[in-house]
């Protein structure tokens, strides 16, 4: 018997065929935040054909993330592009075969290890910052992007990229970016007609898995065996320990990778980039964080340094909140459910809107304002739990939150250590939604020796 409900939830007025789709694409932020605002806790919104209804209560979020998280799945309507590019991946899959590889994945991804992977992405981010001079104006998103898929090849892979590669990598990533743009023809075009995008995606994602095959072909026969005493326990020698038995084919083996590879780069390199702008902004922040290494560094950071980085920790937090690099997530109840007192359809689109959620006035005191001291101990009494939410919730949460977390600690501590950064961009930061959210513009920074 389907949940008793109130009539369909509020929303703004769409067009015809189109729905909201213009308007969203137009300035997806701002969009989102207006609907927050204006309609409340549910709003129901149309993009081209499909229903959509944003939450923006952290209680019912919650609901779908964890409490109520059986009745969910990812959304069928993200299957047919995204699944092109990361397939049958962790961020992809359901049921047993989800089960079966994050299963797979979470040795890869415990914590005694990645305290162990520390000096890894140290030393990466010392040979970085070693090609920086005073003077040098850089793409901060570029470096970023660079530094953090160098870093998680090395950790969960097992390859050291040459440059070669990483920049054939980067090559893919706009026209990857741009096919998950918000586009309203889009919304209401198949995936099959052959436009000058559709093109440049396929072309992307076929030179992206031939770099993939490569990765793999090259580190097959040196993963160890499972019995060894001390066998590699990157992610993908436990991949290609589970395919010598039989539980891993070609395909979910390359998805998985792939998967890796972009996500486990992208967040966290989006996250830096932000946090470098936001710092330059802020130079009386920028100064406690100075200080705070200082006091806590005696050479490049350790594992052990980390933990007495409070503030930078509190930084990063504040960074995520105003820029959350995933600025709304997508699930799809199974059956019909109730949320916020309305009957939301099985089928239907649930959006979860970090940018809207994290700058609500409902939840935040001044949440345009950048202020890392709202993270301090006692600050968050009375927040809602899913009022901040950048690496999603419940079983599904993100797997590499904690490498991430340690990996932006390292990298914004070797930078801060001898350098400071100057924003060099024209007027206000203008952000470019896809499958996260970019600068539209890069980040222009000029290096300075503190």
């Not at 949320?339 to 935040?364: D, E, F, K, N, T």
């Amino acid at each position: 018997m389907p949940p008793q409900s109130r009539s369909r939830p509020p929303g703004p007025r769409g067009e015809p065929v189109f729905g909201n789709s213009r308007q969203y694409a137009r300035d997806p932020f701002g969009f989102l935040s207006a609907c927050e605002s204006a309609y409340g806790d549910v709003v129901s919104v149309e993009f081209g054909p499909l229903d959509a209804y944003i939450l923006t209560n952290p209680t019912d979020i919650e609901r779908v993330l964890v409490g109520d998280h059986e009745r969910y799945r990812k959304p069928s309507f993200q299957q047919d592009e995204l699944g092109r590019l990361l397939g049958d991946g962790l961020l992809l899959s359901e049921g047993e075969t989800w089960r079966r590889q994050r299963d797979l994945a979470t040795p890869a991804f415990d914590m005694s290890r990645i305290a162990d992977i520390a000096g890894t992405m140290a030393s990466h981010a010392e040979a970085a910052v070693g090609d920086w001079s005073a003077g040098d104006e850089l793409d901060i998103e570029s470096e970023m992007a660079r530094l953090t898929v160098r870093i998680i090849a090395d950790a969960m892979l097992g390859v050291d990229l040459s440059a070669e590669r990483v920049r054939a990598i980067q090559e893919t990533l706009d026209p990857l970016g741009k096919r998950f743009e918000p586009d309203p023809v889009r919304f209401v075009t198949p995936d099959w007609v052959p436009t000058r995008g559709n093109r440049a995606f396929e072309d992307a994602v076929e030179r992206l898995e031939g770099i993939v095959d490569d990765i793999v072909s090259e580190r097959r026969g040196t993963e160890g065996h499972a019995d060894d005493d001390d066998p590699p326990m990157d992610l993908l020698s436990i991949l290609l320990r589970a395919q010598r038995r039989g539980d891993q084919s070609d395909a979910q083996l390359r998805d998985e990778v792939l998967t890796m590879l972009l996500a486990g780069h992208d967040t966290t390199a989006l996250t830096l980039t932000y946090a470098c702008y936001l710092l330059a902004e802020h130079p009386a922040v920028e100064g406690r964080v100075h200080a705070e290494l200082d006091s806590v560094l005696d050479g490049a950071p350790t594992f052990a340094d980390t933990r007495g980085l409070t503030y930078l920790d509190r930084v990063l937090q504040e960074t995520m909140r105003l820029y959350p690099p995933v600025y709304a997530m997508f699930r799809e109840p199974v059956v019909d459910v109730k949320l916020g007192g309305y009957r939301i359809p099985a089928g239907a689109a649930v959006m979860c809107p970090q940018w809207a959620v994290h700058r609500s006035r409902r939840w935040w005191t001044g949440p345009e304002r950048f202020d890392p001291d709202r993270w301090a101990r006692g600050r968050a009494a009375g927040r809602p739990r899913f009022a901040h939410f950048p690496f999603g919730g419940g079983p599904r949460h993100c797997i590499g939150k904690q490498f991430s977390l340690l990996e932006a600690k390292i990298i914004l501590a070797t930078v801060g250590r001898e350098f400071r950064l100057d924003y060099r961009g024209d007027g206000d930061l203008s952000l470019q939604g896809s499958l996260t959210m970019h600068p539209a513009n890069g980040m222009p920074m000029c290096v300075e020796r503190r």
